[in-house]
């Protein structure tokens, strides 16, 4: 699973991407940039700096 945290990329934030394929969060990310802070056009270099932030995260629950 992969995740983007728009707060790493904009501070304060706090909306995030997950989904199984890097793509896939990419895609979500750019919607969310469309739809709710009303860019009508994302960059190559927007796209690469969400790219740069995706993490993977471990869907199993803790064994602590």
């Known amino acids: 699973m992969k995740r983007f945290d728009s707060g ?3 501070p304060g934030s706090t909306w995030r991407a997950e989904a199984d394929n890097e ?3 990419v895609r979500r ?3 969310n940039l ?3 802070h009303g860019e009508t056009e994302v960059r190559p ?3 690469e700096r969400i790219k740069e932030r ?4 471990d ?6």
Not at 54 to 57: A, G, K, L, R, T
Request: charged letters at 30%; aromatic letters at 0%; proline letters at 4%.
């Open 8 to 10: 790493s990329l904009i």
């Open 23 to 25: 793509a896939e969060v």
């Open 29 to 31: 990310a750019v919607e």
């Open 34 to 36: 469309k739809n709710m």
């Open 45 to 47: 270099d927007m796209i």
């Open 54 to 57: 995706i993490v993977d995260i």
């Open 59 to 64: 869907e199993r629950p803790s064994t602590h």
